[in-house]
């Protein structure tokens, strides 16, 4: 008897289906168009002013350039300028970091509980940031006006003498540290409020079973719970000190940051030794130095935040 074997036949596939390979790089070209725009508009920029820091490059001729090596960085080491903007820079980010977060940690907190109208002042905690930069800045180097500002005039009125809060050091970067809090209190306290939320209430109702009162509650529960929060808005907020450009500039509008540099930051640094000097190629540098600067205090702040939560433990 003779038996027959039948070929096994590929399972015909479904129409419409497509091969398993085609599946595996779905994922990829979805993500693609995010790559390809931070090639194109974050990375290239980032190594081409790398590359044009290391040249001779000035705006009249922007096609020439000329090899120096590491001359434009050792010039910012010599020049007296740059080192007064990045002490300015430190100055005011301190003065607009440290209250800002301060009271926008005391606002979330009030918040926080159940209070009428509460919408409504969570939307008006937004309204500084949404203004505009040109706005805000101006309407602020009005009321910091010499002669004829707000400040000064509630200043007499209560018999003290006039402060000129665009050329003395000190009052003019305060000035510009009550811009930069006035427009970002608000942003920081709605992202703790967030993390407020976040924090389970049967903590709160332990600690008040304890016999903990609200200060004790806020310092030892709430504190602890939103460490994450702070170590990111004070992170974002040191980024923001280290790029300062658009307050500093209009509040008197030049690039010198006043008469004497008192307020010039080294953002301004950086538009005057492009734009008002022309020289490309040390702007660059300037831009790649304030670029290590800013990855140092991530990094810095990064390291804190970890060693106070090993305390901690």
């Known amino acids: 008897m003779a038996t027959t074997t039948s070929a096994r036949l590929p399972a015909a596939r479904p129409a419409g289906a497509r091969p398993r390979r085609t599946g595996r790089l779905a994922p990829y070209g979805f993500v693609a168009p995010f790559f390809v725009l931070f090639a194109a508009f974050g990375l290239f920029p980032l190594l081409y002013t790398a590359y044009v820091s290391l040249h001779r490059v000035e705006l009249q001729t922007s096609d020439r350039m000329d090899w120096l090596g590491l001359r434009n960085y050792t010039r910012l080491l010599d020049d007296p300028f740059f080192w007064n903007a990045l002490r300015n820079t430190f100055t005011i980010g301190v003065l607009s970091t440290v209250p800002q977060l301060l009271i926008a940690l005391g606002l979330a907190h009030l918040l926080n509980y159940r209070l009428r109208g509460r919408t409504f002042f969570r939307v008006a905690m937004l309204m500084p940031y949404a203004t505009s930069v ?13 002669d004829y500002g707000l400040i000064n005039w509630l200043l007499g009125s209560a018999g003290l003498s006039p402060v000129d809060w665009q050329a003395d050091t000190w009052a003019s970067q305060f000035g510009v540290s009550a811009i930069v809090t006035w427009r970002w209190t608000g942003y920081n306290a709605l992202i703790y409020l967030a993390g407020m939320q976040a924090i389970p209430g049967e903590l709160y109702e332990q600690a008040a079973v304890d016999g903990a009162s609200r200060w004790q509650q806020f310092r030892h529960v709430t504190v602890p719970g939103l460490r994450p929060t702070i170590v990111f808005t004070v992170v974002v907020s040191t980024i923001g000190a280290t790029q300062l450009f658009g307050e500093p500039l209009l509040y008197e509008g030049n690039a010198a940051g006043g008469i004497s540099h008192q307020y010039q ?7 005057e030794q492009g734009w008002s000097f022309f020289h490309l190629g ?32």
């Open 265 to 271: 930051t080294l953002g301004l640094y950086l538009y």
């Open 282 to 313: 040390r702007a660059a540098a300037v831009a790649w130095v304030m670029f290590l600067l800013i990855v140092v205090l991530a990094l810095a702040n990064a390291a804190l935040a970890a060693r106070a939560g090993r305390r901690d433990r």
């Open 134 to 146: 040109a706005a805000a800045t101006l309407v602020f180097a009005q009321l910091f006006g010499r």
